[in-house]
C-alpha cells in the first residue's frame, strides 16, 4: 500500500555535505501519511532516531545531529529530504526512510520502512 525509494547515500570527508531523499507512492486513495523520518543503524549499535517531520511541519532532532542536521518535506510530492552538514565520521551508518500512514477515518496507523542507504564519512 506504501512503497518507499531512499537515495542520495555516499561517501563523504569529514566536514562535508550530503542530501537524502525518500518519496513515498501510495496504492490505495484514502490512506493519509501523518508523519515522515529517517533512523539511522551503524555496525553493532541499536537503530536510533535522526529526524522526523509531520505533515504540519514540526521537526524533533537526536541531540547529535542537531544543528547540523535539517529535515524538510514536500507534501504534494509525498517525498521527504534529510540535509546534512558538518558530517563526522560518527555519523556513518546506515539510514532508513520510516513513513507513518493511517485510512481515512481511522485512529491507528501503520509504518513502512525503505530499504536504507548508506553514508560513510571518512576521517
Known amino acids: 500500500q506504501v512503497q518507499l525509494v531512499e537515495s542520495g547515500g555516499g561517501l563523504v570527508q569529514a566536514g562535508g555535505s550530503l542530501r537524502l531523499s525518500c518519496s513515498a507512492s501510495?496504492?490505495?486513495?484514502?490512506?493519509?501519511?501523518?508523519?515522515m523520518g529517517w533512523h539511522r543503524q551503524a555496525p553493532g549499535k541499536q537503530r536510533e532516531l535522526v529526524a522526523e517531520?509531520?505533515?504540519?511541519?514540526?521537526?524533533n532532532y537526536a541531540d547529535s545531529v542537531k544543528g547540523r542536521f535539517t529535515i524538510s518535506r514536500d507534501n504534494a510530492k509525498n517525498t521527504v529530504y534529510l540535509q546534512m552538514d558538518s558530517l563526522k565520521p560518527e555519523d556513518t551508518a546506515v539510514y532508513y526512510c520510516n513513513v507513518i500512514w493511517a485510512l481515512r477515518w481511522r485512529v491507528e496507523t501503520s509504518s513502512n520502512w525503505g530499504q536504507g542507504t548508506q553514508v560513510t564519512v571518512s576521517s
Open positions: 501510495v496504492s490505495i486513495s484514502y490512506i493519509t501519511i501523518n508523519a
Open positions: 517531520i509531520t505533515e504540519g511541519g514540526s521537526t
